[in-house]
């Protein structure tokens, strides 16, 4: 799992896992980015390698967007930043804005992004790879802190919760669970507006995997509710070819 930079130099998918860090300090989560709309923040994504992002389908990323790779607090000029370009958007032609399954969408960049130490890759998962129910997962975003917030948080956050399986999910969702989703949470922490398209990832024998992407949930973001996150093991098939022919 290593993704080779412009420079040629070699960088594993996030190997190293960093403290959880304090938000008075640099994030350690250098594979997490954020599509910008107007100079906004509107949606997150993280990336696969210098070249691809991966994010939500729902959150409808175009071209005329950019990439913002390396920041931690959105109210500071001191983080060192990319702001990169999109060259090609391909959403996922399976994705149902009614069931919102299939949710992801793959960005390829106008330029690659130059990994050091706040900016590289997140590792994948093997295709149709499962998760044990209770397995440690966190997510990340700048997504509203309390669901009344009246804007999204400043700086990066972060939550730990525990992966479910479909069956536990249903009991809260029922039949809105599809194979390409999974579920986190209902333990006190949840996402909420603002972190869309960011990622669920697990610590997987040193390495941050990406096993989700943010895509729905409770309407106020209960805490005692699961969030939904698309699958990405369900969907490494179609990452995977998406990458190969283009």
């Known amino acids: 799992a ?18 959880w860090p304090s938000f008075s300090s640099s994030p350690a ?4 980015l954020q599509p910008q709309r107007g100079g906004s923040h509107f949606c997150g994504g993280s990336l696969i390698s210098e070249n691809w992002v991966v994010t939500a389908a729902h959150c409808s990323v175009s071209t005329t967007d950019k990439v913002v790779a390396g920041e931690f607090n959105l109210n500071s000029d001191e983080d060192n930043i990319q702001v990169l370009s999109i060259a090609k958007v391909f959403k996922n032609k399976s ?12 960005l390829k960049l106008a330029t690659p992004a130059r990994f050091q130490n706040n900016v590289s890759p997140v590792c994948l998962p093997s295709a149709h790879e499962d998760f044990p129910s209770g397995t440690p997962a966190v997510t990340t975003g700048w997504g509203k802190t309390k669901y009344y917030a009246l804007r999204v948080a400043d700086k990066l956050q972060q939550a730990a919760l525990p992966l479910l399986s479909n069956d536990e999910c249903k009991q809260f969702w029922d039949s809105k669970i599809k194979d390409t989703m999974i579920c986190a949470g209902a333990s006190g922490v949840s996402s909420c507006m603002g972190d869309s398209g960011g990622p669920l990832v697990i610590l997987k024998n040193g390495a941050w995997n990406l096993v989700g992407i943010v895509s729905w949930g409770s309407s106020v973001c209960s805490t005692s509710t699961p969030a939904v996150y698309a699958r990405v093991a369900e969907l ?11």
Do not use: K, M, Q, V
């Open 236 to 246: 490494l098939p179609w990452i995977e070819e998406t990458l190969a022919n283009n």
């Open 2 to 19: 290593e993704a080779r930079d412009i420079r040629g130099r070699h960088w594993a998918c996030c190997l190293t896992p960093a403290p």
């Open 95 to 106: 994705y149902n804005s009614f069931t919102i399954s299939n949710d992801i969408t793959l």
């Open 29 to 32: 989560w250098p594979s997490w």
